[in-house]
């Protein structure tokens, strides 16, 4: 029983490119969290999606951040045009219904942006 | 003010030492998380709380609701154990976590 699978591990891009990060939610889980870690900071909610439905965006820039969790195939967040400012570590996690039993983590995305 | 803060930021400790980790949060929540990161390394769920006291190996979390205080025991301290320690809570009604900034824990042989 694989926990949440996160790719790629490592991520480079160069300014004004895209990044697309994938998350493959634990089996049986289908809520998923994306979170931001950027370097000496601590850990911010970005996004909070079900299967085919974004519930909660309020920690997600306005602009060149999207996600989507479609009915097949792994969650997405996808950054436009990146900037310097998006190098960070991207943590998906997913648990199996609203009362947060069974938050698992995955190992992270981390972006380089060059 | 941070709606999550955590004590002390960082701890040095030496092996077989009793470790406390102590989060406190100023919003009414659902439950309260404690997240174990290795430098580089992922994050690992340690405990969910609600209530209470829940034990796991040498580990220990308890949470006092009306005080909006948790801590995190560590018994018999390993080097293994160096890590950041995070603590989350879920807000009333809403899933997504809000984080401390964590603690860095060394623990030397």
């Known amino acids: 029983n694989a926990g949440v699978m996160q790719n790629p591990r490592h991520l480079v891009r160069r300014r004004g490119q895209e990044a697309r990060l994938r998350c493959s939610p634990m089996k049986g889980h289908s809520h998923v969290y994306w979170y931001r870690q950027l370097p000496e900071e601590g850990l911010k909610f970005m996004v909070y999606?079900?299967?085919?439905?974004?519930?909660?965006e309020s920690g997600m820039p306005k602009e060149r951040f999207s996600a989507e969790f479609p009915k097949e195939g792994p969650s997405i967040l996808r950054i436009q045009q990146v900037v310097r400012g998006d190098s960070a570590a991207y943590f998906c996690?997913?648990?199996?219904?609203?009362?947060?039993?069974?938050?698992?983590f995955g190992s992270g995305t981390r972006l380089t942006v060059v | 003010k941070n709606e999550v803060e955590q004590s002390p930021q960082n701890l040095t400790a030496q092996e077989g030492e009793f470790i406390t980790i102590n989060c406190s949060y100023s919003v009414g929540i659902s439950a309260l998380h404690w997240l174990q990161q290795h430098p580089g390394g992922g994050i690992v769920s340690l405990f969910m709380l609600s209530s209470g006291k829940k034990k796991h190996g040498r580990l220990i979390a308890t949470i006092n609701i009306q005080e909006k205080h948790s801590s995190l025991h560590i018994t018999a301290s390993h080097p293994r154990d160096s890590a950041v320690y995070i603590c989350?809570?879920?807000?009333?009604?809403?899933?997504?976590?809000?984080f401390g900034k964590g603690m860095k824990l060394t623990v030397n042989p």
């Open positions: 999606l079900q299967k085919e439905n974004i519930i909660d």
């Open positions: 989350a809570v879920s807000d009333s009604g809403s899933e997504k976590l809000v």
């Open positions: 996690a997913s648990s199996p219904d609203r009362a947060g039993y069974g938050y698992t």
